[in-house]
């Protein structure tokens, strides 16, 4: 299929740490979406430099706590998400700041993903 499943672009580049964004586009939702998104995660988070030097050690995200479905992806992707930050985003609907889960995503989490897969038979 030549449609494309998700979009993610990086900003905010601060040392070795991103911020990423990104959207899985609703004809993907569900099980299939998760390899793609550990394909791209992993992808970025291992890109190095003409020296071979890794470029990221951590890519970082917000979700607003409103979107659990979002955060939960999240999770299935391999990120991790134990923080809320109070009025961290905000709603141009509704004009007020809402709450934001800080997601992340580091080497080390990759590895767990990729030993993992290893380990079931997967590529």
């Known amino acids: 299929d030549d ?8 900003n905010n580049f601060q040392g070795k740490s991103v911020q990423m964004h990104w959207t899985c586009f609703s004809k993907f939702w569900g099980r299939g979406s998760v ?3 550990q394909y791209a995660l992993d992808k970025i988070i291992n890109t190095t430099n003409n020296e ?16 659990p479905r979002a955060i939960q992806f999240a999770r299935n992707c391999g990120a991790w998400s134990d923080v809320t ?7 141009s609907r509704s004009s007020r700041s809402v709450d934001a ?8 989490l990759n590895e ?7 380990r079931r038979g997967e590529t």
Not at 112 to 118: D, R
Request: hydrophobic share 55%; proline share 8%; no cysteine.
């Open 85 to 91: 930050i109070p009025h961290a985003l905000f709603d």
């Open 101 to 108: 889960a800080l997601i992340y995503f580091t080497r080390e």
């Open 3 to 10: 449609e494309p499943a998700i979009a993610l672009w990086l």
């Open 112 to 118: 767990k993903i990729q030993t993992s897969k290893k």
């Open 35 to 37: 390899p793609i998104m």
């Open 52 to 67: 071979g030097e890794f470029v990221w050690d951590v890519l970082i995200g917000l979700i607003p706590v409103s979107n």
